[in-house]
């Protein structure tokens, strides 16, 4: 929050790309969260000073930094930051929020964050102890449904979440197979398979599933499956600049749809993985990753090159409000 405050370059040059482009509804990751939102608020005012004003703040706690006091990791330590709900040093690190011009309905949002991945039919379990898997959630950060009223009454849940790595986790592959059930959640709960009903009106699913559909490390079929979802469309959000930083890529998806710069020498290239899915009966207008080419002025808003705020690029989606149902 310090960092917010004494408006550091990192969130300073954030603040200014989110209010350049304006969006309505933004869902933020990596923002550490305290019980009373102070940080959200800082960053929210951050926002504010160059000209995108969010009256509406929102977040459940997460479970990334939550100590459990058992070894989740089968490494013989309990102690760790790996051996909490979600990675993490502390709780609240890098958490998710949500900000919004429009109304948020607090006292309807739903926390599926507790959720137990053992819970989740067809799981891909790691090789755990028994105590671990007793207790292990599903989520490494959060799962959430928040509802958001529109002009004229209309509501539009926000099914809400970011999935961890699939690397890393230790021989027993709990990352990877955490990453692909954390995307399979949404499937299965769109599908009415789980123990919380999906909501009847229209969704949209926004988050980073850290999961390319074709490229890079993971477990690609969850994606694959939740772009095809029958209730979902996918925009297919593009980037002139993504097509640029792709034109000598060896990536077997649309190099011009990636979301993050990951340069390929020591990395896993540029990829797509974050994501925004409107119910299919949802008329969009336009849909864009905002990555300016190099040449572009528009690119200093993403920082300097050799050490950006981000490598993240923020995707968007123009939803027609009168396709909603009131």
Known sequence: MQDILSQAPAPLAKARLIAHVAPDILVLSGLDHDH?????????????????????????ASNAGQRTGRDMSGDGRSATADDTHGYGPFSGTK??????????????????????????????????????????????????????????GARL???????????????????????????????????????????????????????????????????????????LQDPRPESAGA???????????PPAQHTVHWPQAGGP??????????????????AGVFWPESHSPEADLLGPPDDPPTRHRLVWVDIETDSLPR
Do not use: C
């Open 36 to 60: 009373d939102l102070h940080a959200l608020r800082a960053m929210r005012d951050l926002i504010a000073e160059h000209g995108q004003e969010f009256p509406y703040v929102f977040a459940f």
């Open 157 to 231: 849940h926000l099914l809400i979440y970011q999935a961890g790595p699939p690397v890393f986790g230790g021989p027993n592959d709990r990352n990877l197979l955490r990453n692909h059930d954390e995307t399979a959640f949404w499937s299965q709960f769109l599908d009415g398979a789980l123990p919380m009903p999906p909501p009847q009106a229209p969704v949209v699913v926004m988050g980073g599933s850290n999961l390319d559909p074709h490229d890079g490390d993971g477990l690609h079929g969850a994606m694959q499956a939740l772009l095809a979802h029958p209730r």
């Open 269 to 286: 290239g540029n990829l797509r993985v974050s994501y925004i899915l409107p119910s299919r009966a949802l008329r969009i207008r336009d």
């Open 95 to 152: 958490a998710l929020a949500l900000l919004s011009r429009h109304p948020i309905k607090a006292d309807l949002a739903r926390d599926f964050s507790r959720f137990l991945w053992r819970d989740l039919p067809g799981a891909m379990l790691p090789d755990l102890s028994p105590e671990a898997q007793d207790i292990h959630r599903l989520s490494s950060t959060g799962h959430w449904d928040v509802p958001v009223r529109l002009e004229g």
């Open 243 to 253: 097509r640029q930083a792709g034109q000598d890529s060896a990536s077997r998806g």
